[in-house]
C-alpha cells in the first residue's frame, strides 16, 4: 500500500493507493482517503493503524516542524516500524510539466504537483491552475506542458481577515454565500462580495493573459481550481472552468504512475 499526504497550510490531506502501476483513468480513485486539521495529526496516525503501507509520498509546505510531525506521525502509524518517506520536491521536469520557473527548485511542491494532476487530467490543453486556499495561486500551463509562471495572493480568508484584524468596526465573514448581485447592501455581504471579487478578477485575469501569451482564444483556455475556497470562488469565474478537489494528491499519484520516480 503506498500513502500519498499533502501537508497545507491548513489541513493535512492523506489518500492510500494500492500500486503505483494503477491505470490514469483511476486518478482520483482511492483505497482511502482522509482530511485533518493541522492540529489534529494525531487522528491522522489513528486513522492509518493496520494499513500495510510500504512507502510514503508527502508534499509538505508547512515548514520544518510539520515534516518533524510527519516522520513521527508515519511511525507511530506503522507500529514503529521504518517505512521509506519521500519528500515531493519541485524539479526541472516530472511527469509532462515542465518547469519554467527561474529556479526550478524555489517553486512550492504543492503547487508543482497541482500541476501535474491538471495536466493529467486533461492533457493537451493549455491551464490557468486556480488554487484557493490560505493563499491563492495562479499558474499558467501551456498545451505542451511547460510551466510559464503564475501569480500568489492572499486567500479568501485571509482577504476578510485583513479587513476585519485592520479595519474598525468590520466583522469576520465565515460565509461568502453572497449570490450573484456584486453589489451588497450590508458591510458583511459587501466584504465577502469585495473578496470573491478580487480572487475571481485575479484567476480570470490570468485566463486573459495567458490566452495573449499564447495567442490562443480565452475560450479555448480550461481553468482548473482546487483549494478549500474553490466552491466559493468558482461560481463567479466566467468561461470553461473545472472544480477539482485533491489536485496536490492527484498529482503525486500521477507522479508515481509516470514513468520517472519523484525525489
Partial sequence: MLLLVDAGNTRIKWALMQSARVGMAELGHWSGYGSVRREDICQMADALQGADISRVLISNVAGPEMRAALERMALRAMGMKP????????QTELAGVKNGYRDPAQLGCDRFAALIGARALFPGVPLIVATCGTATTVDALGADGYFHGGMILPGLGLMSASLAQNTAQLPQVPQ?????????DNTRDAIASGCIAA????????????AALLKEDAARLQCIVSGGAAAAVAPYLAGAVRQ???LVLIGLQAALTSTQTPC
Avoid at 517505512?83 to 519541485?90: D, G, K
Avoid at 461568502?176 to 451588497?184: D, E, M, R, T
Avoid at 480572487?199 to 495567458?210: C, F, K, L, P, Y
Fill in 244 to 246: 477539482v478537489d485533491n
Fill in 83 to 90: 517505512v521509506p518517506l519521500t519528500w515531493f520536491a519541485s
Fill in 176 to 184: 461568502y454565500n453572497v449570490g450573484a448581485h456584486p453589489f451588497a
Fill in 199 to 210: 480572487q475571481a478578477g485575479a484567476i480570470e485575469r490570468a485566463v486573459a493573459a495567458h
